[in-house]
Nanobody
Framework: QVLLVESGGGVVQAGGSLRLSCTAS????????MGWFRQAPGKGREFVAA???????DYADSVKGRFTISRDNAKNTVDLQINSLKSEDTAAYYC?????????????????WGQGTQVTVSS
């Protein structure tokens, strides 16, 4: 069993930055694909970014160039650096882990999920 806990959310002005962190426990996740998803009020869960065990990364088009995903396998953590925040980035952000060997943007592939951290962008 993998337990994921996110932190780092908050209220930030448009154009600002945040760094979200996800700490895993219960099992080493160095071989897992780790992802970030988000869900805005009244909308479905949306893929944001993923990173594989080789540190290859994938990003949604809407965040490419502004968000950076990284991992520290020694600390069992995955971070999401968010820059140039826009109002449409307002959402609850979720960390997820997949034991599958391939990268995926599908939420159903990820077996483990955190409780989420809220990011609110004010204009």
């Amino acid at each position: 069993q993998v337990l994921l806990v996110e932190s780092g959310g908050g209220v930030v002005q448009a154009g600002g930055s945040l760094r979200l962190s996800c700490t895993a426990s219960g099992r080493a996740v160095g071989s897992y694909v780790m992802g970030w998803f988000r869900q805005a009020p009244g909308k479905g869960r949306e893929f944001v970014a993923a990173i594989g065990n080789s540190e290859r990364a994938d990003y949604a088009d809407s965040v490419k160039g502004r968000f950076t995903i990284s991992r520290d396998n020694a600390k069992n953590t995955v971070d999401l650096q968010i820059n140039s925040l826009k109002s449409e980035d307002t959402a609850a952000y979720y960390c997820a882990a997949s034991a599958m060997y391939y990268m995926s943007r599908r939420a159903s592939v990820y077996a483990y999920w955190g409780q989420g951290t809220q990011v609110t962008v004010s204009s």
